[in-house]
């Protein structure tokens, strides 16, 4: 696929690593030219060093893994060093996924709509959905608490999905006494990544 393994042999300082991880990104980042076009690529790296962080390949790969999605979540192009407390925050992130898929199964997801006015004859003209987690015991959750972790887990894509339909059943009741307003719906990129898109749509 699109990860690989860098092996570094007879223990390594970390001012070795962190160097070799920024003249690896370096080299990535310089454009790449074809059928004429200049293409960039962009790298996270995540770094786990033996002992410290895992005695074992499959420890030491995992604990890298996770530093990887540190890197990226930090805007990509750069690196990360495993720390336990990162270790701690895949657990949380694990556990709020299995959360999220159980919502997607009960429902718990509901749409609220931020109007936009039209200040000359001052009438509404578009509405824009946002989405927001009815958590049973949590109660009202913000989009910027759980859809990093949809993201990630690609539950976006069945997210997106589900409130593209909702927002959509809830403004063709609203055409019928309002006919000319109009509906934003965000997407995730990765629903862009979807063949069915357009036809969903």
């Known amino acids: ?34 059928d004429g076009y200049e293409q960039f690529v962009t790298t996270s790296i995540g770094i786990a060093i033996f002992p410290d962080d895992g005695d074992d390949a499959d420890a030491l790969i995992k604990h890298a893994d ?11 192009n750069t ?25 997607l ?8 709509y931020q109007p936009q006015f039209e200040l000359d004859g001052e009438r509404l003209v578009s509405l824009e959905a946002l989405v927001r987690w009815q958590h049973p015991h949590l109660g009202l959750i913000g989009p910027d608490q759980f859809i990093p972790s949809a993201e990630m887990s ?6 997106g999905d589900w409130v593209l339909e909702a927002a959509c059943r809830q403004m ?15 997407l995730s990129a990765r629903q862009f990544h979807r063949a069915a898109l357009a036809g969903k749509i």
Not at 68 to 73: D, F, G, I, N, T
Not at 105 to 112: N, P, S, T, Y
Not at 154 to 159: E, F, R, S
């Open 1 to 34: 696929g699109d990860e690989f393994i860098v092996l570094i042999g007879n223990d390594p300082v970390t001012e070795l690593v962190d160097g070799l991880a920024r003249r690896i990104i370096a080299a990535i980042d310089d454009p790449l030219v074809i």
């Open 154 to 159: 690609g539950l976006i894509v069945d997210l």
């Open 172 to 186: 063709r009741a609203w055409q019928a006494v309002a006919p000319d307003l109009r509906l934003a719906v965000n």
């Open 79 to 103: 690196h990360q060093f495993f720390t336990p407390a990162l270790a701690a925050s895949l657990r949380t992130r694990l556990s709020q996924e299995k959360s999220l898929r159980k919502a």
């Open 105 to 112: 199964e009960r429902e718990e997801f509901v749409l609220h």
């Open 66 to 76: 996770v530093a990887m999605y540190r890197a990226k979540e930090r805007g990509r």
